[in-house]
């Protein structure tokens, strides 16, 4: 079984300044970080710096155009791939991040549901096209209200993936159950990290001004001018939506804006702690406090 090191926690949490304290001669570390993917979004996602990247491997990042789509099948089969070309390089493969979506099919696998039809995505995605988001979620709500249910709004590829389940199979994709059980072809040792309500929300308010002071603002920018639209699955997320709402209302300064970033970056934080909380086999730790305990489980496995 492949040995692999998993450890994820909300946003704010401290997972970056953790993996600098590594050994970087041991580790290389897979982003599960859903925006960390694209190539330019770099303030926003609070992705490593250069000289970061330089001193521990890091794989899973800068892969896809903003405006492509890069699904949770994409993320495990290439998080697989590097996992296995980390362990042959006799290093140590660490999967970090805080796309819970991703952390949890990793770890119990993705569900069997039917493989992509090209003609039936055509046809759905034309449908989103002519008839918006809007309609799609109503769809959605009558086929499969317990994905509608599951699904956030802004996710608009899963969204249309149910939908096109829906088409292909007649079966809701939500009837594809998911295994809540570890994987046996891995053997991890899964990290959650955590932080007392209030000290989160500090770090997170922290985090989104250092944002805007490193240059946010400029990076939007900088985006929109290369082509950048609110219908990318790139600027989708927290810290880049908002600067398109604010910009389509008219009534965002920037300081409106980084207010809503801290609001819904809270609001994310406290969905993802949710979620983690139901994953198998984890060990919750502080990231300052525990730090000798997490050394000694990524080093040692020791229990």
Not at 40 to 46: E, N, P, V, Y
Not at 170 to 186: A, T
Request: glycine share 8%; proline share 5%.
């Amino acid at each position: 079984m492949n040995r692999v090191i998993i450890i994820f926690g909300p946003t704010g949490v401290g997972k970056t300044a953790l993996i600098d304290n590594m050994d970087n001669d041991k580790v290389e570390i897979i982003s599960a970080d859903s925006l960390q993917v694209y190539r330019g979004l770099d303030i926003g996602t609070a992705k490593p710096t250069k000289e970061q990247l330089k001193e521990i491997p890091h794989h899973l990042i800068n892969i896809c155009h903003p405006g492509e789509s890069f699904t949770v099948g994409m993320f495990v089969k290439m998080a697989d791939c590097a996992v296995r070309s980390i362990l042959s390089a006799g290093r140590l493969p660490v999967i970090s991040g805080g796309t819970a979506y991703y952390i949890k099919h990793y770890i119990t696998g993705l569900p069997r549901a039917p493989k992509a039809d090209l003609a039936v995505r055509k046809k759905i995605k034309q449908l989103y096209l002519q008839q918006g988001i809007e309609y799609c979620i109503k769809k959605l709500q009558q086929v499969d209200p317990v994905s509608a249910a599951r699904i956030n709004d802004n996710d608009t590829y899963r969204i249309l993936r149910a939908l096109e389940v829906y088409e292909i199979s007649g079966d809701p994709l939500s009837s594809f159950k998911v295994s809540e059980s570890i994987r046996n072809d891995i053997d991890p040792v899964i990290i959650g990290l955590y932080r007392e309500k209030a000290e989160l929300h500090s770090r997170i308010d922290e985090r989104v001004d250092k944002m805007f002071k490193q240059g946010l603002p400029d990076e939007i920018k900088s985006l929109v001018c290369s082509g950048a639209v609110p219908e990318w699955p790139g600027m989708k997320g927290i810290g880049y939506r908002e600067f398109f709402s604010g910009a389509a209302s008219g009534e965002y300064s920037y300081r409106d804006i980084a207010e809503l970033i801290k609001k819904n970056s809270k609001a994310y934080a406290k969905r993802q702690l949710t979620f983690f909380k139901s994953l198998p086999g984890v060990i919750w730790l502080h990231p300052e406090t525990d730090k000798e305990r997490i050394n000694q489980l990524i080093l040692n496995k020791s229990s």
